[in-house]
């Protein structure tokens, strides 16, 4: 199968992962239905020519983004923190006030209505699992439509497309690039944001491997996707370099991609990927066995997709006690795979754990400090990946 993004032909196999959930940031009403969810096989390869990764057996039948799906990471402060600080970057390098800012994959719409309200813009935001509602409030508006993109209805001359978090998700994303085109005003500019998957490799951080993910990002796949249709592109890195955000200005001619090609450094992470994967699993994997064996409870904090994996791969042999996340709306649902009942936080309160292993290192003072305001003492362990 030839690169998504560049066509080249002779993929390298890369990293393996058998039987994990087909949807990682659905959960269930029941316990019953979380161990129903199909389980599938995802095996990455790379392209030898622009580095991206790609799963060559992802299948979209069985995936619905629908209204179950989601994971919003707006409960976190840092995770705020993060989404105010490209809000204000945008205000700062583009005049937006009364233009019409296009979100795809709006979410909540948090982050658009951050946008329009710091800028002045119109914004109109499409999810499949979005609130539908209209609101007036500021100097622009804010539509969210629910559905699927594109539109079947209208056409909208978006001087800015944000697309955060979706680009992973489409297998083909020459077509997606192309769908997004007939959205975008002459002069419009696109924003994407990816988890980065030079952060990835070189963390070794198998919790980003998930099967809605059929793509990951490194700087030059991604720059190269753009730069191939005529785009002027700038990258940086976001969130503690787990993200990779590109700014995509539409120019008349078609560059070839001049982004930096991919450093010895990433071409060594990616190679020895696989390797370094085995063993991080089977090292998760003896620790769960061993804290069971000396009768210690652990809890997973964290129940996005990092999360989900992490139960689903460690749970052969060993059993973690507890799942725990601050998001409200996941209280009293259930995991995909192993079926697990995510708690608040204050439950550890009366079902005390010997450790909390938090599922993204960059939350790690964030969970102590939260524990600590509640009272709770136990080892908190950040793990990598
Ligand atoms: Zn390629």
């Not at 058998?18 to 659905?26: E, G, I, K, M, Q």
């Not at 030898?48 to 619905?64: H, K, M, Q, V, Y």
């Amino acid at each position: 199968m030839s690169c998504p993004v560049c066509g080249a032909t002779g993929a390298s196999p890369l990293f393996r992962l058998d039987r994990v959930p087909a949807l990682c940031n659905s959960l269930f009403d029941s316990a019953g239905d979380a161990g129903e969810v199909p389980l599938v096989d995802i095996d990455l390869v790379a392209c030898p020519s622009c580095g991206l990764i790609w799963n060559r057996l992802f299948e979209a039948t069985g995936i619905d983004y629908g209204a179950d799906y989601g994971n919003p990471l707006e409960c976190s402060a840092i995770f705020r923190e993060h989404r105010d600080r490209l809000v204000e970057r945008l205000a700062r390098e583009l005049a937006l006030e009364g233009k019409t800012v296009l979100e795809v994959g709006c979410g909540d719409g948090a982050f658009l209505r951050a946008l329009c309200r710091a800028t002045g813009a119109d914004g109109v935001g499409v999810d499949p699992s979005c609130v539908p509602q209209v609101e007036n409030r500021g100097p622009g508006t804010i539509r969210l439509i629910r559905g699927e993109y594109p539109l079947r209805s209208e056409s909208i001359a978006a001087d800015l497309i944000c697309c955060r978090h979706v680009l992973e998700h489409m297998p083909n994303p020459r077509e997606f690039l192309e769908t997004l085109e007939n959205d975008l005003a002459p002069h419009g500019r696109i924003l994407i944001e990816v988890p980065n998957a030079e952060h990835m490799l070189e963390v070794c951080s198998i919790g980003d491997v998930i099967h809605e993910h059929c793509l990951y990002f490194a700087r030059f796949p991604l720059a190269a996707l753009f730069e191939s249709r005529g785009y002027r592109v700038e990258l940086s890195e976001g969130f503690g370099r787990q993200f990779l955000v590109l700014a995509a200005e539409r120019i008349r001619s078609r560059e070839e991609a001049r982004s930096a090609a991919p450093t010895p450094e990433l071409i060594e992470a990616t190679s020895s990927f696989g390797a370094r994967a085995k063993e991080r699993l089977r090292g998760w994997r003896q620790r769960v066995a061993d804290a069971n064996r000396a009768g210690q409870h652990l809890a997973v904090w964290g129940i996005g997709s990092k999360g989900v994996t992490f139960l689903n791969l460690v749970n052969d042999g060993g059993r973690i006690a507890e799942a725990v996340d601050i998001n409200p709306d996941k209280e009293g649902r259930f995991v995909p795979g192993t079926g697990h009942e995510v708690r608040s936080p204050r439950w550890l309160r009366e079902h005390p754990v010997d450790t909390v292993l938090v599922m993204n290192q960059r939350y790690v003072g964030e969970v102590e400090a939260e524990l600590r305001s509640l009272g709770v003492s136990c080892a908190v362990d950040g793990v990598l990946g």
